[in-house]
């Protein structure tokens, strides 16, 4: 079966400007997280959608968005970007509380 | 909060050896997960467990949940083993909150 998809890959943007990152689940999966990975922080939790409804948020500004649609496919937003959003950001999809499948993340530079 | 304490951070071992990879945290858990991450970023959930003991080819996980802590042993260790081996508890309330992660331990497998 199709993994976690994530898209794009790769992204360069300018200080200031929006971003939108896409994740497509595991047929079936419910529930997409979304966590930012950097050197000096490693893995944090963003938030997560189950069904369409931000179950949780982690301890990031307002900048930070996200979204789920009715077929479970997530975007997360950040607006009007910093150089320290510079990250690698990754989605996770699950079957409520069982193992998580995460994508190859999207690897974020802002310049 | 969670505080999720690893050790070692960094751990450099001849092939062959027994490895193993210590987590504590600080609140109750309704799950604990194992990933491994290779140069790349991406990340593979390699155990979730509540009690007791996984075993999974040469890796093996135990969850003490009184002693809040956790421990990841790899047998007869390989060069392909080397990654960075991050637990991440799941904290209670139901599984409602996002998953908290450990700073990683850098795992190299020399031949």
């Known amino acids: 079966k199709a993994g976690v998809t994530q898209t794009p890959r790769y992204l360069i943007k300018t200080r200031g400007q929006q971003v939108t990152l896409s994740c497509s689940p595991i047929?079936?999966?419910?529930?997409v997280s979304w966590y930012q990975q950097t050197p000096g922080q490693g893995l944090q939790f963003l938030f997560e959608?189950?069904?369409?409804?931000?179950?949780n948020k982690g301890n990031f500004p307002g900048r930070f968005s996200g979204r789920q649609f009715s077929n479970s496919r997530s975007e997360m937003n950040v607006s009007t970007l910093e150089l320290g959003d510079s990250a690698l950001y990754l989605c996770?999809?699950?079957?409520?509380?069982?193992?998580?499948?995460f994508g190859s993340g999207t690897r974020l530079t802002v310049v | 909060k969670n505080e999720v304490e690893q050790s070692p951070q960094n751990l450099t071992a001849q092939e062959g050896e027994f490895i193993t990879i210590n987590c504590s945290y600080s609140?109750?858990?309704?799950?604990l997960h194992w990933l491994q991450q290779h140069p790349g970023g991406g990340i593979v959930s390699l155990f979730m467990?509540?009690?007791g003991k996984k075993k999974h080819g040469r890796l093996i996980a135990t969850i003490n949940i009184q002693e809040k802590h956790s421990s990841l042993h790899i047998t007869a260790s390989h060069p392909r083993d080397s990654a960075v081996y991050i637990c991440a508890p799941h904290p209670g309330r139901g599984g409602a909150d996002g998953l908290t992660f450990g700073k990683g331990t850098h795992l190299i497998i020399q031949p």
């Open positions: 467990l509540s009690s």
């Open positions: 996770a999809s699950s079957l409520g509380q069982t193992s998580y499948t």
């Open positions: 609140v109750g858990i309704s799950a």
């Open positions: 047929s079936g999966h419910r529930s």
């Open positions: 959608y189950f069904s369409e409804t931000q179950r």
